[in-house]
């Protein structure tokens, strides 16, 4: 079944779960996370980033849609981390159910601006919106200086943020990047920081950069009241190793023989995240819910 953003998010908080969005930019990724939610009876979020909708190409969607629609679960398909208008606008033909416009490198009143157009465009067709206030840094060469001067959100202007814009979900920075962290670096989630954003409104809050963190203060975090945690790197390592443990014992070509197990490893990890997020079994909890639906397609 395919849903918005909102509606999957208005179960999460006073159920006490989150939701994890998984990045796919094929067939396989596809497979191993849509199969391991329906598996576990968990919501999922197929989250596609601009570079991912530009390799898959459009007519990939009408697949992904197709097999969602047809699920037993809920799952939203969303746009991570659209950085522009077009890019939205491409999610919305594609028959995206929630989007993100992520301008937080921008100064406040651009990302103000882009978020409220973005906003307005989408609430149009009843596409729910997601934006970032506060810095998600990359786990490349400079991460150490980020989890050091990294801008966290401030309670008081996510408030405003979400007043002056309308959004209906926001993804905060409380201390996490993107992707693996390297081995001698131990990032640490400020739940302090997070207590504080979710006592100044009550607009379901992300944590992106969910891949390489502790269990236990992601467990803490969605226990505290994260909605939706975004997870790319974890699963797609698993997959990947898998695959090339493979090739380097077999040469052969066929796609039947190399990812089955590849897809099997990737599942493991999807696994091991919805019952992090407590999200096992709660896709009954959707049962009587309707089905999103954009009129306009």
Avoid at 92 to 113: K, R, Y
Wanted: net charge negative; with cysteine; aromatic share 8%.
């Amino acid at each position: 079944m395919l849903v918005n953003m909102n509606q999957m998010l208005s179960l999460t908080r006073k159920n006490h779960f989150a939701v994890g969005a998984y990045n796919v930019s094929n067939s396989e990724l596809l497979k191993a996370s849509v199969e391991q939610c329906e598996a576990d009876n968990a919501p999922g979020i197929i989250a596609v980033h601009p570079t991912e909708m530009a390799y898959a190409k459009d007519d990939f969607f009408a697949y992904v849609l197709q097999r969602i629609k047809n699920s037993r679960v809920p799952f939203v398909l969303h746009l991570d981390h659209g950085d522009t208008i077009n890019n939205v606008a491409r999610a919305i033909h594609n028959g995206f159910s929630s989007v993100m416009i992520d301008a937080s490198l921008e100064p406040w009143d651009d990302n103000v601006a882009v978020t409220k157009q973005t906003v307005d465009m989408c609430h149009l067709v009843g596409v729910s919106v997601e934006a970032e206030l506060g810095t998600i840094g990359q786990t490349g060469n400079h991460i150490k200086e980020h989890l050091k001067n990294g801008i966290y959100t401030k309670p008081e202007d996510a408030a405003k943020f979400v007043e002056e814009t309308g959004v209906d979900t926001l993804a905060v920075g409380i201390g996490t990047a993107h992707g693996i962290y390297p081995s001698d670096v131990e990032p640490k989630i400020r739940i302090d920081i997070l207590k504080e954003i979710l006592a100044a409104f009550d607009v379901p809050l992300v944590l992106h950069g969910g891949s390489s963190n502790p269990d236990d203060q992601i467990a803490e975090a969605v226990k505290t009241g994260i909605s939706k945690v975004n997870i790319s790197s974890d699963y797609k390592y698993a997959f990947f190793k898998k695959a090339r443990e493979i090739l380097k014992e077999d040469d052969g070509w066929d796609p039947n023989n190399l990812f089955p197990k590849a897809i099997d490893a990737a599942k493991e990890v999807v696994h091991h995240k919805n019952e992090l997020f407590n999200s096992v079994g709660k896709a009954d909890l959707y049962k009587d819910m309707s089905p999103w639906r954009n009129e306009f397609l």
